[in-house]
């Protein structure tokens, strides 16, 4: 069973708007943590934002928050003000407490922002 | 500048002709793992090491070899490519730290194809 889903493989978006990449995980840790990677066209991987599970507050990094929520198991990646140079490949990671040298990612969402 | 490098960073190989893909970190993490990417299936984790002589499978591990000899390198081995090892490689470091997950620190990646 998958245990990283991001439903949406692709989104657009108004260049200025924001936009919420949806992440759900699965797990029987109550100790793990979340990660958003971006990967734009150039082909990096950028380590963006962290949430852990005992976090009691959203994360939040500049112009990227994280809505996490832990009884649905979502960490939705939201990011505010969007600019083109947000046009990119999104993954979502775990880290899990059993299995910590172990990282899960996601199949990702493409983002394209629209001027 | 803290940073992963890998190399090559391209590379046109035949089926059967082993190959290696270095990696190094300068930023003393003990944690280190290789990732392949494919369309649609996001970053699989190949192997994996905790630390200096410490190695382990992650979930596509068929067809690769790793040794951790030192604790900046961590090589990547094909003994005998074959076209279905044509991929996007990521290797990717992290510190590892009790209570904490920390967040991974890839290199530029190498792009391989075997014909």
């Known amino acids: 069973a998958q245990k990283i889903t991001q439903t949406q493989p692709g989104m657009f978006v108004q260049e200025k708007e924001a936009v919420t990449l949806d992440c759900t995980y699965d797990t029987s840790d109550q100790s793990y943590g979340l990660f958003w990677y971006k990967q734009p066209s150039s082909g990096e991987m950028i380590f963006l934002i962290y949430q852990g599970s005992y976090d009691e507050q959203n994360a939040t990094e500049g112009r990227y928050s994280l809505n996490f929520q832990k009884a649905r198991k979502s960490a939705n990646l939201v990011i505010s003000a969007s600019q083109l140079g947000d046009s990119a490949m999104y993954f979502c990671a775990m880290r899990e407490q059993t299995s910590y040298d172990k990282v899960i990612f996601g199949p990702g969402t493409s983002l394209s922002v629209i001027p | 500048e803290a940073q992963v490098t890998q190399n090559p960073r391209y590379l046109i190989t035949v089926t059967g002709k082993k190959l290696t893909v270095t990696c190094s970190q300068n930023?003393?993490?003990?944690?280190m793992s290789w990732y392949r990417q494919d369309p649609g299936l996001g970053l699989r984790q190949i192997y994996y090491s905790m630390n200096v002589e410490v190695t382990d499978k992650g979930d596509v591990p068929e067809g690769y070899k790793v040794s951790r000899k030192e604790k900046r390198n961590f090589p990547l081995i094909l003994e005998s490519p074959s076209p279905n090892q044509t991929s996007l490689y990521f290797c990717a470091s992290s510190l590892v730290t009790v209570g904490s997950y920390n967040e991974q620190f890839f290199g530029p990646g190498t792009r391989l194809t075997v014909l």
């Open positions: 930023m003393n993490h003990e944690y």
